[in-house]
């Protein structure tokens, strides 16, 4: 399967705990991007990688959100002491670079739930 | 500042009809644009894209959409909707900018009445 894959798919946790998130984007894309997608919304962009760097964080990446894409490969996603409102489908989804490439693709999500 | 509005938040159309979901942007530079669709607890998939060329594109399972640069616009169509096209479908604008991202709408539901 050459799609984003994104592990877990469900995550449940006490709020407090901190959780994290991995995304294994197609393998030739360069580009890594995760987005927050709360019930009846469309995808809110948290973070933008180009190969292994961070070039933008939205001002929904509270502190306690970490996000890192070590050699330009896959990525994690890091909460720390979780609060209930962080409850939220996470999407990874990855694409090339230049003209007819720059689609986005989209992994299934990890669903956090913070209890 | 990059932005996508779609103004029908929940649309419901007879099985066989036709269908327009509208998207407007607002973009600085020449916009990328992107419909996707979402199935309950899926992910997104892609069903049809524009860059440059021609302002009629198509895309999978039937469905186009026209690029109107006056209108900032990028409305989606389909001759003929189906039951399995219910679904939540999301409009985005990117652009070739390496240091570009692509943002959403906030979506469009779309209910099918048999």
């Known amino acids: 399967d050459t799609g984003v894959s994104q592990d877990p798919r469900h995550k449940i946790t006490k709020r407090g705990q901190n959780v994290t998130f991995r995304c294994d984007p197609i393998s030739e894309h360069n580009r890594l991007y995760w987005y927050r997608q709360t019930l009846g919304q469309g995808p809110e962009f948290l973070t933008y990688f180009q190969n292994e760097a961070q070039l933008e964080k939205s001002r929904l990446l509270s502190d306690r959100f970490s996000a890192e894409r070590p050699k330009g490969s896959f990525s994690t996603l890091e909460i720390q002491r979780t609060e209930q409102g962080d409850s939220a489908m996470y999407l990874c989804?990855?694409?090339?670079?230049?003209?007819?490439?720059?689609?986005?693709?989209f992994g299934q999500g990890t669903r956090l739930t913070v209890v | 500042a990059q932005s996508v509005t779609q103004p029908d938040i929940h649309i419901t159309v007879s099985e066989g009809a036709s269908l327009e979901l509208r998207c407007n942007y607002s973009?600085?530079?020449?916009?990328?644009l992107f419909w996707y669709v979402q199935s309950p607890g899926q992910g997104l998939q892609l069903l049809l894209k524009y860059f440059s060329g021609d302002t009629l594109v198509q895309g999978i399972k039937g469905f186009e959409a026209e690029f109107k640069r006056s209108q900032s616009s990028f409305n989606l169509r389909k001759p003929s909707v189906h039951w399995s096209d219910a679904a939540e479908y999301f409009c985005a604008v990117g652009s070739y900018s390496s240091a570009s991202k692509i943002i959403f709408g906030s979506g469009t539901r779309l209910s099918i009445r048999p």
């Open positions: 973009y600085g530079a020449t916009p990328y």
């Open positions: 989804a990855s694409s090339g670079e230049g003209q007819g490439r720059t689609e986005a693709f």
